[in-house]
């Protein structure tokens, strides 16, 4: 008995399998050109793939630095966050929030506006609404002072001209 059976290669053999093209008697033109192209477009597909798998792993390390950094963290830590946690601001600064202890981090928390600056800010908005510009008033100044009648100034109080 042979022992060729015990030292076979078997990634080899997978390798050998993907460039083998079964090739039968009957097969037509089309047939033939229709399995280059399907070989051509899985080969691209996983090509694609890649990159995309490349391309999404760059964004997610970017909206990680870019969130630590919104927070005056090193980006550094960003290594530590889990593959599993979501490429989101939102659910970065949570893990953030979860273990700033572990890396000596203080968070600060956003200040509330308060009662009474919202109030005011309500009150100079409603006295802006409906006011005259400056630049519309000085216009109106300049044409009545360049008048040369006094229908003209009449004419230009009244809005006609």
Sequence with gaps: MSNNRDNINWETD????????????????????????????QKRNKELEGSLGE???AQRERIIKDAFASKGVNPKIASFVPQD??????????WLENYADVFGIK?????????????????????????EAPGASDDLANRIASADSEDEILSILSGQQ
């Design 14 to 41: 997978e390798e050998e399998d993907d460039d083998f093209t079964p090739s039968f008697e009957s097969d037509t033109d089309l047939v033939r050109k229709l399995r280059k192209d399907l070989k051509q477009a």
């Design 107 to 131: 968070i600060e928390e956003k200040q509330a506006v308060s009662e009474q600056d919202i109030q005011s800010m309500q009150r100079m908005n409603n006295a802006l609404t409906g006011a």
């Design 85 to 94: 946690i979501d490429a989101s601001e939102e659910a970065v600064t949570q």
């Design 55 to 57: 391309l999404s792993k």
